[in-house]
Structure formats: structure tokens, C-alpha cells
């Protein structure tokens, strides 16, 4: 695995920080976590542009997305209770398996 793929997945692990982290500062008005909570989306945001240095763009950003949308519904599961229903799952499935195929299937 290359530098930009770590940046990539890195910088999609920090997405799910900051989404998580929303929740956290109740509509900003918890000063705490609406400071961790924006310094790790600068960060997400900055290993995001390292990765684009290399990466097409629709990749990188698909691949982004689709890291922190996954990693947000399952916290969201976990630390929420949100829904587990079996339809939710197999459409994470499906995005995980997007990604993967832009990972391993796509011309770089």
C-alpha cells in the first residue's frame, strides 16, 4: 500500500472522528469538543489534499466518503443504538465494497 492510500485512510478514520464529534458538541455550543472536533476535520481535510497529490480525485474523494460514511453508521450503531437492521448493514456492505473496488479495481 502506497503513502496516499495511508494518507486516504487515515484522513477517512479522522472523518469519522469529526462526524462522531459533531454530535458531541450539541450545535457547537460545548466548547471541548467543538475544538477537538474541528481541529480533527482541518486535519481529515489536510491528509485528504496529501493524498490527492497522487490519487485521481474521484477516488480519493469516493474513497473518503465512503470510510467515514461507513465508520459513522457503525459508531452510530454502537455508541448511538442506532438501527441495525439487516437492509442498513448490506448497504454498508455495499459501500465498503465500493471502496474496495476503487482500491484495488481502478487504474491509478
Known amino acids: 500500500m ?3 492510500w495511508i494518507y486516504l485512510i487515515v484522513a477517512g478514520i479522522c472523518e469519522i472522528g469529526w462526524a462522531i464529534g459533531l454530535k458531541y458538541t ?3 455550543t460545548r466548547l471541548w469538543p467543538t475544538v477537538i472536533t474541528v481541529v480533527v476535520m482541518i486535519l481529515s481535510f489536510v491528509l485528504l489534499a496529501q493524498a490527492m497529490k497522487t490519487l485521481p480525485v474521484g477516488t480519493a474523494y ?3 466518503t465512503g ?3 461507513v465508520g459513522t453508521a457503525i459508531l ?3 455508541l448511538f443504538n442506532e438501527p441495525k437492521d439487516v ?3 448490506v448497504c454498508i456492505g455495499l459501500i465498503i465494497a465500493g471502496v474496495l473496488g476503487l482500491k484495488f ?3 491509478e
Do not use: H, Y
Request: charged content about 15%.
Open 2 to 4: 502506497n503513502s496516499a
Open 26 to 28: 450539541e450545535g457547537f
Open 62 to 64: 469516493a474513497s473518503w
Open 67 to 69: 470510510i467515514g460514511a
Open 76 to 78: 452510530g450503531m454502537v
Open 87 to 89: 437492509i442498513r448493514l
Open 105 to 107: 479495481l481502478a487504474k
